[in-house]
C-alpha cells in the first residue's frame, strides 16, 4: 500500500502549525496537569479501532484527551527535576529520523547512524575537554549509559566473566548522593545493592577521598574486588561535583575503573570557567552526559565516552551469521559495544542542536541559567525567612523555610498546586528542601521573578 503523501502533507503542516504554536507560548498550559492517576485512561477506549481513521480526528483528539494529561517539560516555568528543552532544531531532526526509521545496529545497516554518531560525539567530546582518546556512543539515558560502564567494569577486573558470569565478590563505589541509576547497575550487573558502598559526602555534598579509601582498603582486604567508582559531576539533589583527581589516585591504587556521571552538569564543562570540573577525565575510564538534559536536544540522546572501547567489544561482540557484514579497518559495528541492537538515529537531533547553535550560543544559554540561579540563591539568603540548604554551583538552588520543615513541604505543594510552576524536593542530611532547577531554553529571568514572588506570596499565607 502506498503511502497517502496529501494526508502527510495535510496532517503535518497542521501539525508544524500546531508545534510553532506550542513552542512560541507553551505557557499557554498548566505546567503540570491538574488530574487523578487513571483519568486519562478511563477516558480513552478499552480497545482500538477496527476502521481507521483520518489524522485530523486524531490531532483533535490528541488536543482534546492527551495535551490535558501533559507534563510540560518543554515549559519555560519547569523547574522540577532536571529542566530541559526540545529545541526547534532538535525537533525537526527528530520528524526527518522518525520518517526514514533507518536503524544503526552495524555500519551496512546504516553507515550514516554510524558515522554522523562518531563526528557528533567527536566535536562534543573537544567541546567538554575530554581527551582525544575518548570513543562515544548515544544510548537512551545516563542510566542505560552507567549500566554500560558498570559492565565494562565487569570484564575490566575479570575477564573471564563473560564466560562465567561473576564469579568472585565485585564492589562498586559512589558517594551518597549518587543517582539511584548506579543502584540498578549494580541490580543489573548482577553485583547486587549489598556490594555498593555508599562513601559519606561532606558539608558540600561531594564524596569524602579519605572515607573512599579506607573503605577500598577494607574491601581489598577482606578478599572482595573493587570494580568501579562513579565519581559524579552535578549530584542529581544539589549539583555537586566530586572530587575526581584524588579519586582516580586511590582507584588507580586497586585497578578499578572510575566511571564519571556527568549526565546533568556535563553540558557546563563546554563553558571554559567549569573545566575544571572534569579535569583529570584522561584518566578515567568513561563517562556520561546527556545532551537531552542541559544541551537543548530532546529526550532521549545520552552520551556515553569511554577510553576502552576495547572492553566493550570484548564484552559485547556477539555476530550471528546475518550480522556479519564487510571487514573494511574503517568499518564500526556499534552493536558490538552494548547490550542493544537496533540503534535510533540520536546523532541526527544532536548534530542539528550542535549547529544549529554553534558553541557560542549554547555557552551563552547555560551561562544565562547559571546567572538566574545564582540571583534566586541570592534573593532566597537575603530574605531572613528562608535559608539556602547547599551551594548552587549551576542552575539548580536548594531552599527551605528556617522555622519548620513542615512548611517547606506545604510550599512545595502549594507552589505546584497553582500549576504555574513546577518544582521539587529533596532531603539533605536528613532535612527537607525545596528544589528548583533551571534549564529550559525559553525560561527568562520574568519566569524567576515570579516564581520568587509566588514562593513570598505563599510563605506569608501557609
Ligand atoms: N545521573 C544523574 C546525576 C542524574 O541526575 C540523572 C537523572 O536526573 C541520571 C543519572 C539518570 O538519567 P536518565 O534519566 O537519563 O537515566
Not at 59 to 88: G, K, Q
Not at 96 to 115: D, F, H, R, Y
Amino acid at each position: 500500500m502506498k503511502h497517502d503523501v496529501e494526508a502527510f502533507r495535510r496532517a503535518s503542516a497542521e501539525a508544524s502549525d500546531w508545534i510553532a504554536r506550542y513552542l512560541e507560548d507553551p505557557a499557554r498550559f498548566r505546567v503540570n496537569p491538574a488530574i487523578r492517576p487513571g483519568e486519562l485512561f478511563d477516558r480513552l477506549p478499552g480497545e482500538g479501532p477496527d476502521a481507521g481513521e483520518p489524522l485530523e480526528v486524531i490531532l483533535a483528539d490528541f488536543e482534546r484527551l492527551i495535551l490535558p494529561a501533559v507534563t510540560h517539560w518543554n515549559h519555560p516555568r519547569f523547574f522540577n527535576y532536571f529542566a530541559c528543552t526540545a529545541s526547534v532544531p532538535g525537533v525537526v531532526a527528530e520528524m526527518l529520523a522518525a520518517s526514514m526509521n533507518t536503524n544503526g545496529l552495524n555500519w551496512v545497516a546504516s553507515p550514516a547512524v554510524t558515522e554522523l554518531e562518531q563526528v557528533a560525539l567527536g566535536w562534543l567530546r573537544q567541546w567538554l575537554g575530554l581527551s582525544a582518546d575518548y570513543f562515544g556512543q548515544i544510548f537512551d539515558t545516563a542510566s542505560v549509559s552507567t549500566l554500560h560502564a558498570v559492565m565494562a567494569a565487569r570484564e575490566w577486573v575479570d575477564p573471564e566473566v563473560r564466560l562465567n558470569g561473576i564469579t568472585k565478590p565485585l564492589v562498586i563505589y559512589s558517594s551518597d548522593q549518587a543517582h539511584s541509576s548506579i543502584d540498578k547497575a549494580a541490580v543489573a550487573a548482577g553485583i547486587g545493592l549489598r556490594n555498593i558502598r555508599k562513601i559519606p559526602s561532606d558539608d558540600e555534598f561531594r564524596m569524602k577521598p579519605d572515607a573512599l579509601r579506607e573503605a577500598m582498603a577494607a574491601d581489598a582486604a577482606a578478599n572482595l574486588t573493587p570494580c568501579c567508582v562513579i565519581v559524579t559531576a552535578g549530584t542529581t539533589s544539589t549539583t555537586s561535583v566530586d572530587p575526581l583527581e584524588p579519586v582516580l589516585d586511590i582507584a588507580a591504587a586497586h585497578n578499578a575503573w572510575v566511571h564519571i556521571d556527568a549526565a546533568y552538569a556535563g553540558a557546563a564543562a563546554i563553558l571554559p570557567e567549569f573545566a575544571w570540573m572534569l579535569k583529570g577525565n584522561e584518566r578515567a575510564h568513561s563517562l556520561v552526559m546527556n545532551p537531552h538534559k542541559w544541551l537543548f536536544t530532546p529526550m532521549d540522546c545520552s552520551a556515553f565516552y569511554t577510553r576502552h572501547p576495547d572492553v566493550l567489544r570484548r564484552t559485547f561482540t556477539i555476530t550471528p551469521e546475518y550480522l556479519k557484514t564487510t571487514t573494511d579497518p574503517r568499518e564500526v559495528s556499534l552493536m558490538d559495544y552494548g547490550v542493544a541492537l537496533g540503534r535510533r538515529f540520536r546523532s541526527l537531533k544532536l548534530w542539528y542542536v550542535l549547529r544549529y547553535f554553534g558553541r557560542d550560543k549554547l555557552r551563552e544559554l547555560i551561562r544565562g541559567h547559571i546567572a538566574m540561579a545564582q540571583e534566586l540563591a541570592g534573593w532566597i539568603a537575603s530574605d531572613p525567612r528562608f535559608e539556602l540548604a547547599a551551594p548552587s554551583p549551576f542552575s539548580a538552588v536548594c531552599f527551605r523555610l528556617r522555622d519548620s520543615e513542615e512548611r517547606t513541604r506545604a510550599l512545595v505543594s502549594a507552589i505546584n498546586a497553582t500549576g504555574a510552576f513546577f518544582i521539587s524536593q529533596t532531603v539533605l542530611k536528613g532535612r527537607y528542601a525545596a528544589r528548583v532547577a533551571i534549564g529550559n531554553q525559553a525560561t527568562t529571568i520574568e519566569d524567576i521573578r515570579a516564581l520568587w514572588a509566588e514562593i513570598q506570596r505563599l510563605a506569608t499565607l501557609l
